[in-house]
Antibody, heavy 118, light 111 residues
Framework: EVQLVESGGGLVQPGGSLRLSCAAS????????MHWVRQAPGKGLVWVSR????????IYADSVKGRFTISRDNAKNTLYLQMNSLRVEDTAVYYC???????????WGQGTLVTVSS | QPVLTQSSSASASLGSSVKLTCTLS???????IAWHQQQPGKAPRSLMK???????NKGSGVPERFSGSSSGADRYLTISNLQFGDEADYYC?????????FGGGTKLTVL
């Protein structure tokens, strides 16, 4: 059974940092691209970032470029999102998801809440 | 980059059918999309991938009541024999080499 379990969310002050993790199981993690998607309270889904299966190729939404870094450890079956210079508008539930390359996100994690507030 | 447009809300009666629409922006009418369902308080769940030809591939465990179709830049999700459990937000998704985008979502109410 495919499972994606996010962790690392919490309350952080504006300008602070946080690192999210997504532990994967039930599939060959190193064969899939991985994504972070966020959802602000009461709002829709917004794609944040993607990392290819090799961990080398990454792309970001303009809203987080230069502040967030996506990475993965294929030996540990884990995806990460390092979030720096956090802003109030980064407050959201962050979901990880997988895709088979240029394809739909076919499985989602349960999400972890990040709250940026003073 | 592509833009996806969805109506903000839809409603239909229990046991009836509803057709939700996702429209691709100009120049992107051939793009493949995906439909996702998000029930209240839950994570999204992938329903299907849908091509411009109307061919669709559903995820495992997605009921037969869910189907997809296409016309030009429009991509449709049809849910037949509506159940109260189908009350949810429905999002479309598409992608290219530089980005991935979601529509704004349609909130479906089952009356």
């Amino acid at each position: 059974e495919v499972q994606l379990v996010e962790s690392g969310g919490g309350l952080v002050q504006p300008g602070g940092s946080l690192r999210l993790s997504c532990a994967a199981s039930g599939f060959t993690f190193s064969s899939y691209w991985m994504h972070w998607v966020r959802q602000a309270p009461g709002k829709g889904l917004v794609w944040v970032s993607r990392v290819n299966s090799d961990g080398i190729t990454t792309i970001y939404a303009d809203s987080v470029k230069g502040r967030f870094t996506i990475s993965r450890d294929n030996a540990k079956n884990t995806l990460y999102l390092q979030m720096n210079s956090l802003r109030v508008e980064d407050t959201a539930v962050y979901y990880c998801g997988r895709s088979s390359g240029y394809d739909r996100i076919d499985y989602w994690g349960q999400g972890t809440l990040v709250t940026v507030s003073s | 980059q592509p833009v996806l447009t969805q109506s903000s809300s839809a409603s239909a009666s229990l046991g009836s059918s509803v057709k939700l629409t996702c429209t691709l922006s100009s120049g992107h009418s051939s793009y493949i999309i995906a439909w996702h369902q998000q029930q209240p308080g839950k994570a999204p769940r992938s329903l299907m991938k849908l091509a411009g030809t109307g061919t669709y591939n559903k995820g495992s465990g997605v009921p037969e009541r869910f189907s997809g179709s296409s016309s030009g830049a429009d991509r449709y999700l049809t849910i037949s024999n509506l159940q109260f459990g189908d009350e949810a937000d429905y999002y479309c998704e598409t992608w290219d080499s530089n980005t991935r985008v979601f529509g704004g979502g349609t909130k479906l109410t089952v009356l």
